[in-house]
């Protein structure tokens, strides 16, 4: 099967962000986005969408990312605030901590997805399945798999009985067995229908 080219830009005037999150369907724990900021010419043979690489390829990849994007940065949105204001606007505050983060400041934000809140300042560009179709959203998906996977398998040392260390927190079977027995975690989101 030939692997779908990757196009660097939406445009070449500006200055692009890709912005990508982590979590939205599950059942525990943050959302967590990424925005990354890359050179014109970067390349890497396994840059793709997070959801079809390994969790090996994406750690590695997300070493390479850090070590060469002009910027980068992650954000967290935790279960609390899920619950206060919902999923969607939690992922798009975690984009917008994100970006507010970066040491140099896009004027183009490429988000995946067909909604989202405008950032203050700085125009953006929905991108539905952006993440397969662009390298920075490729790279932000990359960013926020990783650390949001790493954030769930340390939160697994305290709560092992939910299995996170596997499934992130993800509404598998064996995950609502495990909250049927052992009843909801300090960090399920309430907001959820978790059986």
């Known amino acids: 099967m030939k692997r779908k080219y990757l196009k660097s830009c939406l445009q070449k005037e500006q200055i692009e962000a890709g912005c990508d999150e982590a979590g939205r369907g599950c059942l525990a724990g943050p959302v967590v986005a990424a925005a990354v900021i890359l050179p014109a010419r970067f390349k890497h043979p396994l840059l793709n969408d997070s959801k ?3 969790a090996e390829q994406r750690k590695s990849l ?3 990312i850090e070590k060469h994007a002009l910027a980068k940065a992650v954000a967290f ?4 605030i899920i619950d206060d204001i919902n999923i969607l606007n939690a992922s798009f505050l975690a984009m917008h901590r994100a970006v507010a983060q970066l040491e140099v400041k896009p004027q ?3 988000i995946d997805g067909n909604r989202f809140n405008p950032y203050p300042g700085i125009p953006h560009s929905c991108q539905i399945k952006g993440d397969g179709r662009f390298k ?3 790279a932000a998906s990359i960013l926020a798999k990783t650390y949001r996977d790493r ?3 340390e939160l697994h040392t305290r709560h092992p009985a939910y299995n996170w260390v596997q499934n992130k927190g993800y509404p598998t079977k064996a995950h609502r067995q495990a909250i049927a027995e052992q009843g909801e975690s300090p960090f399920h989101r309430k ?5």
């Open 52 to 54: 079809t690489l390994k």
């Open 62 to 64: 997300c070493v390479y």
């Open 77 to 80: 949105v935790d279960h609390k």
């Open 108 to 110: 183009l934000l490429l």
């Open 136 to 138: 920075s959203i490729a």
């Open 151 to 153: 954030y769930m398998e």
């Open 191 to 195: 907001s959820f229908r978790l059986l």
